[in-house]
């Protein structure tokens, strides 16, 4: 897991979009889990975000009108995925970042660190290679932001995938397997130890 | 449709208000089709039960009975025709009076006793039997004339007796009675002469009804003979009012189509851009312009269904208990499903304008849409 650390607008959330296939770069080639993303048509690009990266948003970013088991259930929809399977694997996640008893709630009926849990899970529902995570903690007091970053090294893990999550809190990065941080664009050295 | 159904379920309460506006839509829509399918009736329906396909006129006079009238000769001379069986047709408006002083408006028919339009139209009841027997249909009947009574036409002063009931018929809003094409030319043509026909009035019809066989020539025969024949639809725009009344309530429930295409596009787009971080979302997520937009669609399609139906079946329950009374009403289905299924298309390409805005969502937005 690397954490990027970096000010207000020294390009982590541009990272972000460029390596999650969501824009193409102005310059350069960019390249993620071996695929290239450089030239890739739109409609290549979204299969891609769909099969090849799995996003946790700011703020969880969940649908106000599906339970925490269909934000997941979602993505296999989304991935024609059997219902069968896509709801047996979507219980499996919820019970892996201990919400397997308010699968059934909805959004609103979850706190801030239940809905950024429910997020990570649904980033994990397709099997990405690459788990690309934009300011979990954002909206979080220090505690439950230590518990979400803590979840995510511990997924990171057990899935065996590769995460890159962006964060302005560089305590928060410290969790982290690997710190950089990112200054007009640049990658430069971590200002905070590596652990 | 798994985001789609869910949202309804979700925001039910927002749904449930535009479905209220599109099903009172179709409520109006109903009665409206409804309005306008009596007035068609009151209209035609005479006409349009007469077992003909084409009726000949005096040249340029519009398919109006009351403007043509064609003489025996010219009548008889369409009925040697190959292919062409004719026979006089006469048609007045008249004020009445029934045995109990009752004033009834009536549209007095004469036709050929035995001929093909009297065996059709009164079937097995005696027109011709007495001079001045006539067959009034249910539309008189039930403004309480009956069987054996006397019917005076005002101004003439010619008697007409009851001598049989014909289903319902009306022409230019006013309720047919069958007479003997005789009786009409006396009642018709003696009317400043107190029912004594003139001799110039001899043999005179105001048009002759056409039974005509494929393949004939309609426009040669018309041309050689000096008659104007036109179709029995084509016909239909010679009664009084009718093209006036098709056309303003045509043009009513035109409106109404316009008017839920824009109520349901306003909505959808405001919904649309609400919705626009989820759908940024959707995307993001890896869902394609083709997923959202069916997701969208079918959600604007079961709105669309479900309140047009709701709607129809309102309208048609309110329909039934206007049917019947002095509205000239009619509750036709397959004018109601033709009303509804237009109306739901409308909705359907209203909503399109704002649908369409989901396949331009930029997934990038689900990074900046901090919740």
């Given amino acids: 897991m690397v954490a990027v650390v970096g000010a207000s607008g020294s390009g982590k959330s541009s990272m972000l979009a460029v390596a999650g296939a969501m824009r193409q770069p102005d310059s350069g080639r960019i390249h993620v889990g071996g695929i290239s993303l450089t030239d890739a048509a739109a409609s290549k690009r979204c299969h891609l975000r769909h099969d090849l990266v799995g996003f946790v948003f700011q703020g969880s970013n969940l649908l106000a009108s599906l339970t925490a088991l269909e934000q997941l259930e979602l993505v296999g929809r989304i991935g024609r995925a059997p219902r069968a399977a896509t709801r047996r694997k979507a219980l499996a996640l919820l019970g892996e970042v201990g919400l397997a008893a308010k699968a059934e709630r909805r959004p609103g009926q979850l706190s801030g660190g239940e809905r950024q849990r429910v997020g990570i899970a649904r980033a994990l529902m397709a099997d990405p290679a690459v788990l690309l995570v934009d300011e979990p903690t954002s909206a979080l007091d220090h505690q439950r932001a230590i518990d979400i970053v803590g979840l995510l090294v511990e997924e990171t893990h057990r899935h065996q995938i590769a995460t890159l999550m962006v964060t302005h809190d560089r305590s928060l990065a410290g969790l982290a397997d690997r710190v950089i941080e990112m200054r007009d664009g640049r990658l430069a050295p971590a200002a905070v130890p590596e652990r | ?371």
Avoid: C
């Fill in chain 2, 1 to 371: 449709m798994f985001v789609g159904l869910r949202d309804l379920r979700h925001a039910w309460g927002r749904f449930a208000l535009m479905g209220s506006v599109i099903a009172l839509v179709a409520v109006l829509t109903v009665l409206l089709t409804g309005l306008s399918t009596g007035l068609v009736n009151s209209g035609i329906s005479g006409l349009r039960a007469m077992p003909i396909t084409d009726l000949a006129f005096q040249p340029k006079t519009n398919s109006t009975f009351s403007q043509s009238t064609l003489d025996a000769p010219t009548i008889a001379a369409l009925g040697r025709q190959p292919g062409i069986d004719a026979e006089p047709l006469g048609l007045t408006f008249f004020n009445a009076q029934g045995a109990t002083g009752t004033a009834v408006s009536i549209a007095l028919v004469g036709i050929e006793p035995g001929g093909f339009m009297a065996n059709s139209l009164v079937g097995g009841s005696h027109l011709g039997g007495t001079p001045a027997g006539v067959i009034v249909s249910r539309g008189v009947a039930a403004d309480g004339v009956h069987v054996g009574d006397r019917v005076t036409l005002t101004r003439s002063g010619v008697a007409l007796h009851v001598v049989g009931i014909a289903p319902t018929a009306t022409y230019g809003h006013a309720a047919v009675v069958y007479a003997p094409i005789s009786l009409w030319r006396q009642a018709t043509y003696g009317q400043v002469t107190g029912g004594v026909l003139p001799p110039s009035a001899q043999g005179l019809a105001s048009a002759a009804a056409l039974q005509v066989r494929s393949g004939v020539n309609l426009s040669g025969v018309g041309k050689r003979l000096g008659v104007d024949i036109v179709t029995k639809q084509h016909a239909y725009a010679g009664s009084p009012g009718y093209s006036a009344e098709t056309a303003t309530m045509s043009l009513i429930i035109d409106f109404l189509y316009v008017i839920a295409a824009l109520v349901v596009g306003a909505f959808f787009t405001v919904w649309t851009i609400q919705r626009q971080a989820d759908i940024g979302l959707l995307t993001a997520l890896g869902a394609s312009n083709g997923l959202v937009l069916r997701d969208a669609l079918g959600q604007v399609a079961l709105v669309m269904v479900g309140a047009t139906a709701t709607g129809a079946l309102v309208g048609s329950g309110v329909g039934t208990l206007i049917q019947g009374g002095t509205v000239p009403f009619a509750l036709q289905a397959d004018a109601i499903v033709t009303a509804a299924v237009i109306l739901t298309v409308a909705g359907l390409a209203g909503s399109l304008v704002a649908v369409r805005r989901v396949a331009a969502v930029d997934p990038i937005i689900a990074l900046g849409a901090a919740s």
